[in-house]
């Protein structure tokens, strides 16, 4: 009974979250799913995706293709992790800042008080993994890389004109760690 329930509940959450973010707002909870408008697309078609995920940072097509192979290869290994519900699998590849963030209590209410599911408390970092984190990106699919800086990536789905970025990744001695955005005020 109780796995019927989970799946319910994470079916509502999981298209309560898309909804939201197709409707280009930041998905409740923190869950790091939101729509922004899509970088310009340069002329040249042969170097598009480049010049969208470098933007104004200055990186070589060779850390390019490179950062986006590791990063691909972490998306893949979580995306594994998440079919799996393996929350302490998931939890190895959080940053510090996220985890340090996403276990305060305070934190995880105004998180929960945002869900579009009223009602749901998050009581702990495995239930902000439950319940937000997996139903936002279950089934999604990933197309490209966006730097904030050299160590700074966002993960989107690229759209005509909008991005949906459903990771956000900071390099932390050589590895792609994942990062959880604090809640904006």
Known sequence: MKKIIFKTLS???????FFISC??????GGSQVENVPAAETPSVPGDAEYQRSKGNVDVSEEEFTNDKKQILVTITKLEAIMANMDYSGWYSYLDEESIEYWSKSVNLKRAAGRLPV???KLNS??????FVFVPARAGRTIDEIRYETKDTVKVVQFQEDTDTIYYNF???DGKWKLH????DD
Not at 125 to 130: A, E, P, R, T, V
Not at 180 to 183: D, G, K, Q, T
Request: charged share 20%.
């Open 125 to 130: 970092l495995s239930d902000y993994f439950k």
């Open 170 to 172: 900071n390099r932390i």
């Open 11 to 17: 079916a509502i959450v999981c298209a309560s979250v």
């Open 23 to 28: 409707a280009g707002t930041k998905a409740e």
């Open 180 to 183: 959880l955005p604090a809640l």
């Open 118 to 120: 009223k009602g749901l």
